[in-house]
């Protein structure tokens, strides 16, 4: 029962369950990762219930760690639990997914799906469409300071050893 009000099978049937999956996104980089100092990583899993607020809340989180030559596979699902040491496990588990959908969200979505795939189009309208060109005039509000945020964004975020390196969990492999 989720909420105590309704089966799995339920939740399934009027749409209610949803899954945050950064598995197959992370694992492959989790044994770079892990050979940084006091760093880790895992790929991870998290079904969420929608509930009658609108709300999603996390109901279980599998995090994995593939095998390396040295350690063998380590994959564990967590829920919050009843004692002091299950609810800290829980909560651990969240910051992980947390770091996860943060760095995923602000690197892939954001800069990369965002900022870094507009380029060719502002270059192809500046080079291409002349300023009385109504698809020009349509675009150039939206266009006007990418390049430049680009520029910024290159020069001190997402270089090497920039903000993003030293503030991301994943350091260099960001």
């Known amino acids: ?44 899993r998290t079904v969420f219930f929608l509930s009658e607020e609108g709300t999603l809340m996390p109901l279980a989180i599998e995090l994995t760690r593939p095998q390396s030559p ?3 596979q380590w994959r564990r699902a967590f829920t919050h639990g009843p004692d002091a040491t299950e609810s800290w496990l829980w909560k651990l588990a969240k910051a992980h997914v947390l770091t996860h959908d943060t760095g995923y969200h602000q690197l892939v979505s954001h800069w990369l799906r965002t900022h870094a795939c507009v380029e060719p189009y502002i270059i192809a ?50």
């Open 70 to 72: 040295t350690r063998p």
């Open 125 to 174: 309208t500046n080079r291409q469409l002349s300023r009385m060109h109504p698809v020009h005039r349509l675009l150039h509000p939206h266009f006007r300071y990418t390049m430049e945020i680009n520029a910024l964004a290159r020069e001190a975020l997402i270089n090497a050893d920039g903000i993003i390196e030293e503030a991301f969990w994943p350091g260099r492999y960001s």
């Open 1 to 44: 029962m989720m909420n105590g009000r309704m089966t799995v099978e339920e939740a399934v049937e009027k749409k209610r369950l949803f899954l945050l999956d950064y598995h197959d996104v992370f694992l492959p980089y989790v044994h770079r990762v892990r050979e940084l100092p006091d760093t880790t990583l895992y790929g991870s």
